[in-house]
């Protein structure tokens, strides 16, 4: 094979993983087309894209800039550096990057794309909703993402028959298996938004079947029996005492889908808290004392050798910077009381936050675990949740996490404030004053007006917390009737205790 068939063979496999959701060979395969190609734009595009789908920004944002001073024209450049700066909540940076992929190219759909999830993340809907209209008035074909974007706002709009109608049709375009998978979750969405619910699980049948995942059930499984055994009692007492006296974060914890959103969005709306989000800092911590370079997907902190006073007290003030610094840019006050981390899997690593913050406030939400993989099975998600596109997956994934919480109670010696979804959405300020009393906050009448705050929310509960209090979420499981009994029966299997039907 000659040198310039070569070259195109590994280019055109960098691609064809892009587009089939493979973004760790889609990053080998593009990292060894530029040793060839320095110059490439479009291959340092693909690199950085890649790159940016693992989590590893500082090394996309280096080839993604390569890019852009190569073909500083190239709209996709800037839309790619924009998706990182929104991920990292850069809200100016990601702004600038998208507002000059339009000055390029009007009205490209990735770039307004990003301009309506910023607005959506800020609740300005409105605005939203107004782009992308124009958008659309101005595009002679079908775009997906821009359908797609319009679907998103479908709820708030009350458009939902247009959106149905504009997916399907975008549906019968010739796509990568990626963007199909993109839409059908749309679809899918809407669908149930729209209570057609036995035909909203069949479409999300069909765009978790084509979700690219790597999830070895039984090597987490062992993952957390290790964890188990290593978090002893005996070893939480024995280790260093030198992390931070400091009382401001508070970390919720739970699995996604579960309510941690809104209980930071209640949080923030006290005069003396705030939030920060899912932040990743703590995986981070975690990944350095395992001795790895950076976090690769959930991280389990096995290896106490590295945990030392002087690393721990510098892992600490580390943290406590990022979590300042990361309320302030989502329009927090970095010098709130109690500031939260919300990042729902952190459940995995509470033995290394008694150890960083002795002082610490942890509020564990729960909900009926039919529910829980419910939502998760309608959501496409960024990170680390390769088990939420199967039902095996998700059912011992959910016993796991039943596993985990249980042994925290028993061997860390911060109190865990158990809530449950379905008690707080019923009966707010009962459940709303025993929050507030554990993590050290008098009560607050603007806790209960939570929707009523004007801050970021970068979760995938950002629509539900600028809503007030309902309780329709509550045994959503029910209106898909047969369809969720291989689900039901995959919980009973993997030892899930299922709430009696009559107490929901």
Not at 214 to 236: F, G
Not at 268 to 290: D, R, T
Request: proline share 5%; charged share 25%; hydrophobic share 40%.
């Amino acid at each position: 094979m000659n040198p310039k068939t070569q070259a195109t063979s590994i280019y055109n496999k960098g691609l064809e993983a892009y587009n089939s959701g493979d973004f760790m060979t889609g990053a080998q395969a593009f990292s060894q087309f530029v040793k060839l190609q320095p110059k490439n734009a479009e291959a340092l595009l693909g690199l950085g894209m890649c790159l940016s789908k693992i989590g590893r920004f500082e090394h996309a944002i280096k080839h993604l800039q390569k890019a852009a001073k190569l073909k500083p024209m190239m709209p996709e450049v800037r839309v790619a550096l924009g998706q990182i700066d929104a991920v990292l909540q850069n809200e100016s940076g990601a702004v600038a990057h998208f507002e000059r992929a339009l000055a390029i190219r009007p009205y490209f759909g990735p770039a307004v794309l990003g301009l309506t999830d910023l607005y959506r993340k800020k609740g300005e809907f409105d605005k939203a909703a107004d782009l992308i209209d124009k958008a659309l008035a101005h595009t002679k074909e079908l775009d997906f993402q821009l359908v797609g974007a319009f679907a998103s706002l479908a709820d708030r709009t009350g458009r939902h028959e247009d959106a149905i109608r504009m997916l399907e049709e975008a549906l019968k375009q010739d796509l990568s298996k990626t963007h199909r998978m993109i839409l059908l979750f749309k679809l899918a969405d809407v669908l149930d938004k729209s209570k057609e619910y036995e035909q909203a699980w069949e479409v999300a049948e069909q765009a978790n079947a084509l979700k690219f995942v790597l999830w070895d059930a039984d090597k987490y499984d062992r993952c957390v029996d290790k964890l188990i055994s290593v978090w002893t009692r005996e070893r939480m007492q024995a280790m260093p005492k030198a992390g931070s006296d400091s009382e401001q974060p508070v970390f919720v914890v739970g699995m996604p889908r579960s309510g941690t959103s809104l209980i930071e969005q209640i949080i923030a709306s006290h005069p003396q808290g705030a939030g920060a989000g899912e932040l990743a800092e703590l995986l981070v911590i975690a990944s350095k004392f395992e001795g790895m370079r950076e976090p690769k997907g959930i991280v389990f902190l096995q290896d106490v050798n590295r945990l030392r006073a002087p690393a721990i007290k510098q892992a600490a003030e580390h943290y406590l910077q990022s979590l300042r610094h990361t309320c302030e840019i989502t329009g927090g006050d970095p010098n709130a009381d109690r500031i939260v981390d919300k990042l729902p899997y952190n459940y995995i690593l509470l033995p290394l936050v008694q150890i960083l913050f002795p002082n610490a406030k942890i509020i564990h939400v729960h909900r009926d675990p039919r529910d829980v993989c419910v939502s998760n099975f309608f959501q496409d998600f960024l990170g680390p949740l390769g088990y939420s596109y199967n039902i095996n997956h998700m059912a011992r994934c959910y016993a796991d996490y039943e596993r985990i919480i249980a042994h925290m109670h028993e061997v860390i010696d911060l109190p865990i404030l158990d809530v449950r979804y379905e008690s707080l959405v019923s009966d707010p300020e009962p459940e709303i004053r025993k929050i507030l009393d554990h993590i050290g906050l008098p009560f607050d009448e603007a806790c209960l007006e939570f929707h009523k705050a004007k801050r970021e929310v970068h979760t995938a509960s950002l629509e539900q917390v600028r809503k007030p209090m309902y309780t329709s979420s509550k045994a959503r499981w029910r209106r898909y009737g047969s369809k969720l009994d291989p689900l039901i029966s995959e919980l009973r299997a993997a030892g899930v205790h299922l709430p009696d039907d009559d107490s929901e």
